[in-house]
């Protein structure tokens, strides 16, 4: 029988998004290391924006995930329909999203921390 892995960022997800998941499947909050080596696939399911995205990509570079084993889940809301519909739809990481997150935060570094005192300082 095979077994799959749903990493999520919450700890809090995890109890909720098990009950949605048969057998199969394992849920744990990031740090699943030893569990993600153990799996046939492992499922990323951080947040659905660059953010989320980044974490994900982090995840898989941290865990040695191969391409092959490793999927890319998203849902916005935390329900049995929501979660069995994003496993139906996994997808490989959007590098697109990743490099994306890392401009937006060069950009914060180079300008927004100089720029935060003086904000700060009117409003």
Request: charged residues 35%; hydrophobic residues 40%; aromatic residues 8%.
């Amino acid at each position: 029988m095979a077994k799959y892995l749903v990493i999520v960022e919450s700890p809090a997800k995890v109890k909720t998004i098990k009950k949605f998941l048969g057998a199969n499947y394992e849920v744990m909050a990031s740090n699943g290391r030893k569990e993600a080596k153990k799996a046939d696939k492992v499922y990323l399911a951080t947040d659905p924006d660059r953010e989320g995205e980044a974490i994900s990509w982090h995840l898989s570079k941290a865990l040695g995930l191969e391409d092959k084993k490793m999927y890319r889940i998203t849902f916005n809301e935390i329900t049995k329909t929501a979660v069995k519909e994003s496993l139906k739809h996994a997808r490989q990481i959007d590098m697109d999203l990743v490099d994306a997150q890392q401009a937006r935060r060069m950009v914060d570094r180079m300008v927004g921390y100089r720029i935060s005192p003086l904000l700060w300082a009117k409003v």
